[in-house]
């Protein structure tokens, strides 16, 4: 498996992928191949990268920016990450989260948000930071990693590409 930046050949298949993936499931209003393509048109699509194996894109994971109120510059949202139904269970999503938020720490990102299965994140770091805020969400569902010293506190909003406010 090759965990690479996402091109422009890709986009149907990311597309493809990312439908896939969410078909039925119950957290899912199924625009999640829409939020990518308008974080990419709003050129908010800081960081999309795709696993691909004998050629084909198995998995892809998307980072945008998001903002934090009051002001706390550098982090960022991950979601949506999708893997192919067939592929799902044999570590892709981890390797693209772990390649991800490797690539941001190297960019000098604060931290990263999301909102999503305590279960799984909770392995990567992620954890609910009582002072970050995302109104409207669950809070053991919205969680956060540092990727430096300090933790940002205040309300998130995730770019308008996620239809959330």
Known sequence: M???????DDRSAIGAVTAAAFAGHPHSDQTEPLIIERLRAGGALSLSLVAEEAGEVIGHVA?????????????YGLGPISV???????????????????????????GCVLVGEP???????????????????APQYFMALALTEAMASGTVAFDPAF???
């Not at 980072?63 to 982090?75: L, Q, R």
């Not at 693209?96 to 960019?107: A, F, P, T």
């Open 2 to 8: 090759i965990i690479r930046p996402e091109r422009d």
């Open 63 to 75: 980072f945008s920016p998001v903002t934090v109120t009051p002001a706390a510059a550098g982090w």
């Open 84 to 110: 192919r139904p067939d592929m799902q269970g044999r570590g892709v999503g981890s390797a693209l989260i772990r390649r991800g938020l490797d690539m941001l720490r190297g960019s000098g990102a604060a």
């Open 119 to 137: 279960g799984y994140y909770q392995k990567f770091g992620f954890r609910n930071e009582p002072a970050l805020a995302f109104p409207g969400c």
């Open 163 to 165: 239809g959330l406010g």
